[in-house]
């Protein structure tokens, strides 16, 4: 189908003038006189002239267009950071490309693919559950792509990176667990080989032994979906009489182990206290509400495209590589 969009051309052949007197009249050059200024830029008006992006991107080798890819755009965290780019992004007059890898290691690599084909000018990036090898990564970084990770990094890769403050949150929703009076608390985590899984692990062990409670290795369950909840439903509630309190590494997870729990009879928080983290809105409406650690999603996101345009903008300045921590509160609820 043929393309309805005005071209340069096209004024120019309905004008009577030279494509690249259209061009300098629409850019006010002074060798243009005010009367052609002023015919131009009417008719430009009147059939709804716009520039050619891809055209004027070729000319300043740039596109102004920034690539995004992210595990989950239904995830409430993952829409908040987008919001935090997009605010900034749009501001700064840049456009975004978003990708979901749907926690698919193979379509991330397939993502970053499109990307460059679509010649965006970096590309911000929160890994998937499924990503273990992180060479993708760094062929864009040698072929000359700026990159921001946020919130699930890679550590093998030498670039900017914005974070949650993931061992603190865990430390703060563990002792405040172990303050109301849990000594046995399950922590239900992460896979291992995700940075963010390992931090918030160890934000458990260290709130542990802050409060001289001996580690229990059972007491560790690799789940971090709803649906690994109700896969591991018979181990959870086989654990149930010997807990008092649980820290799940989301929100989803503590939410569907809290169900689990319930239907078992028992009682959240008398028998078993439960703390999350995101704080998403289904952790203010489930019953009873949850207490969490609060990610702000809208600011990492912010603070990740300010990363990144600063390197676009700059390209022949030395900045040293910057990983950002966007800070944590614990939102106390009925649940703990």
């Not at 015919?39 to 995004?68: D, F, W």
């Not at 900017?160 to 399950?186: N, Q, W």
Request: net charge negative; with cysteine.
């Amino acid at each position: 189908m043929k393309s309805n969009l005005i071209s340069l051309n096209d004024i120019a052949r309905a004008l009577g003038i030279s494509p690249s007197t259209v061009s300098r009249a629409l850019k006010d050059h002074p060798d243009i006189s005010m009367e052609t200024k002023r015919i131009v830029k009417e008719y430009a008006e009147k059939v709804n002239y716009r520039p050619n992006a891809l055209a004027l991107s070729l000319k300043m080798q740039r596109s102004n267009t920034l690539g995004l890819i992210i595990p989950e755009i239904s995830h409430h965290f993952f829409s908040s950071v987008i919001s935090g780019i997009e605010e900034l992004a749009y501001g700064k007059g840049y456009r975004i490309i978003i990708c979901q890898s749907n926690e698919d290691s193979h379509r991330e690599v397939i993502n970053t693919q499109v990307l460059l084909d679509n010649r965006v000018d970096g590309i911000l990036i929160s890994i998937s559950k499924t990503t273990y090898d992180h060479s993708h990564f760094k062929d864009l970084i040698d072929s000359g792509i700026p990159l921001v990770f946020f919130d699930r990094v890679s550590e093998s890769v030498e670039t900017d990176k914005v974070v949650t403050a993931d061992f603190e949150g865990a430390h703060m929703a563990t002792s405040y667990l172990l303050e109301k009076g849990c000594r046995k608390i399950l922590h239900l985590a992460s896979p291992e080989h995700l940075h963010i899984g390992r931090l918030r692990r160890d934000g458990y062990l260290k709130a542990l032994s802050d409060h001289q409670i001996k580690i229990n290795p059972s007491l560790i369950l690799q789940c971090d979906t709803r649906k690994e909840v109700i896969f591991l439903k018979d181990r959870i509630l086989e654990l149930a009489p010997d807990i008092d309190g649980i820290f799940a590494v989301n929100d989803f997870t503590a939410i569907a182990a809290m169900q689990i729990l319930q239907a078992g009879g028992y009682k959240i928080p008398e028998d078993i206290a439960v703390t999350g983290f995101g704080n998403d809105p289904i952790a203010s409406i489930a019953a009873p509400t949850l207490s969490t650690i609060e990610q702000n999603g809208f600011e990492m996101g912010r603070q990740a495209v300010e990363m990144l345009i600063r390197r676009i903008e700059n390209p022949s300045t030395f900045i040293d590589f910057e990983t950002r921590v966007i800070p944590v509160i614990l939102e106390k609820r009925a649940s703990a």
